[in-house]
């Protein structure tokens, strides 16, 4: 009896500690362990593998199954348009503030200045398509195709066109609503299930991550690490703070809380679309913004908001132009905000999108693509700083379009208790 009450005990401590506290303790034994066992850590990965498999299984039916019923709650075509314009225009508008808080930090701590770093590996980055290739590779040939491959651009506009069929066709289409919205809610539980297992599963990713990069891979560039990670912290601080308070009249405290669980599994998995069915249940569950703008918003913003990768473009930019010793303009500066904003949605349907990104505006301030093989070592530390950036703006661009529209419930927004 006695040990029955213990594990009972145990398990209803352990149930009552917030997911965001549980997940960040697996991250720190995760940067332990890595620490501790060196590369050796690997054995834990399969831990991470499996989470991300997990996450990975759920994310194209519930966006799909979700954003169809979002898109069939809308039922104003107006609001809908309204509701397009806003999400894409705060996106691009982060984006801009984003490269050019990059491009300020590496101008004045100027990470580049003094190293001596080589870069004989050759860097063969994958071309951008042009816009007409954009345009016609947006609509899905095949369904079914687009969903096995985890094409998010195509999944969303078949879901966005079928939403909009389904809406137009009026109460015939309701019970197929109902199959979507049934579908959907088993996808959002799924979700609940699998992050029940989110604290070992980021542990495992951690360690792995940890213990694969170490004090002579990070101390010559621990400089360029530290200004990217202060320039992400700086644009939540400053830019998403200063939008929710300033236009949403919003708590950016409680909307960092309603974020984190989010924000920690992006960190650990450095994938906005792996991510996306956590990011979905916390602006639901723990931030309050209704059904139809949350499923419209955020998977929109998985696939073309980018604001840490800009931010980081901003940096590594200017950190590879003072390692080559190569003054830029005013007018290249202007150039790199242009052109990393622009191509934030130009490349949002290819892999290695940042990469991409990184070239394309490289190219266009005449600095040597081979010199990116300066900061790929690193790519990955950096890259889960820049992902849970872009996580924080997907969230904080869907709080704004939901409390403009009237779809943001307050009393869940500010409750204190967010799990």
Known sequence: MAVNHTNALSGSLWQRIPLWQKI???LASGVLTGM??????????????????????????????SLVVGITAIR?????????????????????????IGLLLATVLRPGAGLELSFDTPVNPAVAPGLIELLVGLVPRNPIEAFASGK??????????????LSLIGEKGQPVVRVFDSFAEGMYKLTGIIMAFAPFGVFGLIAHVSGQYGPEVLLPLVKLIGVTYLGCILHVVIVYAGLLRVLGKLSPLRYLQGSLDALVVGYSTASSTATLPVSLRCARKNLGVSEGVADFVLP??????????????????????????????????????????????????VPGSGLIMLSIIMAQVG?????IAVVAG??????MARTSVNIA??????????????????KIFNSPSKS
Request: charged content about 15%; glycine content about 10%; cysteine-free.
């Open 24 to 26: 960040f303790a697996g």
């Open 36 to 65: 501790l066992l060196g590369e050796e850590a690997s054995m834990f990965k399969p831990l991470g593998d499996i989470f991300i498999n997990a996450i990975m299984m759920v994310m194209v039916p519930l966006v799909f199954s």
């Open 76 to 100: 104003d075509p107006q609001k809908m348009g309204r509701i397009g314009i806003k999400t894409v225009s705060l996106y691009l508008l982060t984006t801009a503030f984003a490269v050019s």
């Open 152 to 165: 998010t651009l195509q999944i969303i506009v078949f879901a966005v066109g079928l939403g909009i069929s």
């Open 300 to 349: 929109v913003g998985a696939t073309i908001n980018m604001d840490g990768t800009a931010l980081y473009q901003g940096v590594v930019v200017l950190f590879i132009a003072q390692l080559l010793g190569v003054d830029l303009s005013l007018m290249d500066y202007g150039l790199i905000v242009v052109t990393a904003t622009l191509a934030s949605i130009g490349t949002a349907a």
């Open 367 to 371: 600095l040597p693509l081979e010199a």
């Open 378 to 383: 690193i790519d990955r530390i950096l890259d």
């Open 393 to 410: 703006g997907d969230l904080m661009v869907t709080v704004l379009v939901g409390k403009s529209e009237g779809e943001l419930n307050d």
